[in-house]
């Protein structure tokens, strides 16, 4: 079994500004996932992305995946203040880590 | 209506106490699962199963048993609590089974049981 390892830990950024965050796991996948979790509040599905696939856009999230490196990122563009929240990745068998906690100020 | 609920959201125990954290879904979904968020926020595997049957059962202590009355239902009974079980577990379900190449994609989530074990 393998996990997604989230990086950074944490991030903090003005509104406006654009958030990278990295997932790096070991073994080959068949996809990869982004959640989203607000502070006190359940996991929610961000996108999903698969093995032959290396860009996937959604809204103003933009994900993509090196599968030669085993790693993905997630880009937020144009930031919002309510974009502050955790984010997590999981590989195959929904095994995730402990995600980076974005912060972003208004 | 809540997709996936939990209940309780809040549980308060002394150690050595058995207590249970029940979750449904409305989704029709065939797999479930158990997660375990810790105070740095890593998020755990516990449990999963399929249709009523167990699928992944992670390196958990026996003191943690899941149940699986239907397909709709997965509740989590802990027994002798310690002060390390004290996590946000959550629920989940998922359409089908995340194996190669046929998972449709997304795991939905309850809003969390915080247990806290004194």
């Known amino acids: 079994s393998q996990q997604g390892e989230e990086d950074p830990q944490a991030l903090s950024i003005q509104e406006g500004e654009n958030a990278t965050m990295n997932c790096s796991y070991k073994?080959?996948?068949?996809?990869l996932q982004w959640y989203r979790q607000n502070s006190g509040r359940g996991l929610v599905h961000l996108i999903l992305?698969?093995?032959?696939?290396r860009e996937k856009h959604s809204g103003r999230l933009r994900v993509t995946l090196d599968t030669s490196k085993k790693s993905s990122s997630l880009l937020i563009t144009a930031s919002r203040a309510a974009d502050t929240a955790s984010y997590f990745c999981?590989?195959?068998?929904?095994?995730f880590g402990a995600g980076t906690r974005l912060t972003v100020k208004p | 209506d809540t997709a996936v609920s939990q209940t309780p959201k809040y549980l308060v125990t002394q150690m050595g106490n058995d207590k249970s954290i029940k979750c449904e879904q409305n989704?029709?979904?065939?797999?479930m699962y158990w997660y375990k968020q810790d105070s740095k926020k890593f998020l755990k595997i516990m449990f999963s199963?399929?249709?009523?049957?167990?699928?992944i059962n992670e390196t958990v202590p026996n003191r943690f048993s899941p149940k699986s009355p239907d397909k709709a239902h997965l509740n989590l009974h802990i027994n002798s609590l310690e002060l390390g079980d004290s996590a946000v577990y959550f629920c989940?379900?998922?359409?089908?089974?995340?194996?190669?190449?046929?998972?449709?994609?997304?795991?939905?989530f309850g809003e969390g049981s915080r247990l806290t074990v004194l």
């Open positions: 199963y399929n249709n009523k049957e167990l699928i």
């Open positions: 073994t080959s996948i068949n996809n």
């Open positions: 989704l029709g979904h065939d797999t």
């Open positions: 999981a590989t195959d068998d929904m095994r």
């Open positions: 989940a379900s998922s359409p089908n089974l995340p194996i190669a190449g046929a998972f449709t994609g997304e795991l939905f």
């Open positions: 992305i698969r093995s032959n696939e």
